[in-house]
């Protein structure tokens, strides 16, 4: 069974689809250069810092964080906040707080955990700033997580071996 289609349709099918396609992957581009651009300020600031990143990641666009082994520096960055970048030194960390906040709905069985905000709390001693709040996940401004559960739980581990090293 041959199907002809005639060169006309054919072409206007396939303007059809490209014009659908089209504003997608514009914005799909847009957004990747904005987020590239976001990450390249907080690598900047890493190297204004002086600092060799062994292990970093990046999230929703606004938020970063990097360890630099070598020199026992954290660099925790969130674009939305007063103060856009803290730099903290893990050698100087007394303990760390992984805070949940959370609430529950719904009733019975179809009781639903629905957490609110997701942060740790980095204790130094003997400094000016005895702590230091670094958000992963603000229910305020985001309506779900996007896998900030298992990242923050990677850096909480990672920060207590390194506060382990340094003692």
């Known amino acids: 069974m041959i199907i002809d289609i005639e060169p006309i349709s054919l072409g206007i099918s396939l303007a059809a689809i490209v014009a659908f396609i089209a504003p997608i992957y514009i914005s799909k ?10 990450q390249q300020q907080f690598m900047d600031e890493a190297n204004k810092q002086g600092l060799v990143l062994d292990n970093f990641d990046f999230w929703r666009g606004t938020y970063a964080i990097g360890l630099d082994t ?3 520096k954290l660099l925790y960055m969130d674009l939305e906040a007063d103060i ?6 893990t050698d100087n960390i007394s303990h760390i707080d992984l805070q949940k906040q959370n609430h529950h709905v719904g009733k019975g069985s179809n009781k639903v ?6 942060a740790l709390i980095v204790h130094q ?29 990677k850096w909480n581990t990672l920060l207590i071996k390194e506060m382990a090293k340094t003692k």
């Open 29 to 38: 581009k847009k957004q990747s250069n904005i987020n590239k651009s976001k």
């Open 70 to 72: 070598g020199k026992h």
């Open 84 to 89: 856009k970048f803290k730099l903290i030194a």
């Open 113 to 118: 955990e629905v957490i609110d905000s997701l």
């Open 125 to 153: 001693k003997g400094t000016a700033v005895e702590k230091s709040h670094l958000c992963f996940f603000d229910g305020e401004k985001n309506s779900d997580l996007s896998g900030e559960w298992p990242l923050i739980q």
